[in-house]
């Protein structure tokens, strides 16, 4: 199973067909997708890797993906705003 949690910049969740494009572009394929806001956009690797680490450990035992390898993407959503991807995979 794969997981993909989309965090769009700001206060607002991206819609689902918003999520589907920048999942396009990032070439991710996942057979569960979560649209998330954040409001307060990372600004150095730390709070990158904590807010990633943050992720991993709410959403994989909600899928049951204890033991998950984690991929991560810094993209640009189809409006330019900035995005982040954290897939979450058993495979």
């Known amino acids: 199973m794969k997981v993909a949690l989309v965090l769009r910049r700001g206060m607002n969740v991206p819609p689902p067909d ?3 494009k920048v999942l396009a572009a990032a070439g991710v394929a996942a057979e569960t997708r979560v649209a998330l806001s954040q409001p307060v956009w ?3 690797a730390e709070t990158f890797d904590n807010l ?3 992720l991993v450990e709410t ?5 049951g993906l204890g033991d998950a ?5 810094k993209v640009d959503g189809p409006d330019g705003c900035a995005c982040l991807i954290v ?3 058993d495979e």
């Open 69 to 73: 390898s984690v991929r991560r993407h």
């Open 87 to 89: 897939e979450l995979s």
């Open 52 to 54: 990633c680490n943050g």
């Open 18 to 20: 918003y999520v589907e």
């Open 42 to 44: 990372f600004k150095d």
């Open 59 to 63: 959403f994989a035992p909600k899928y």
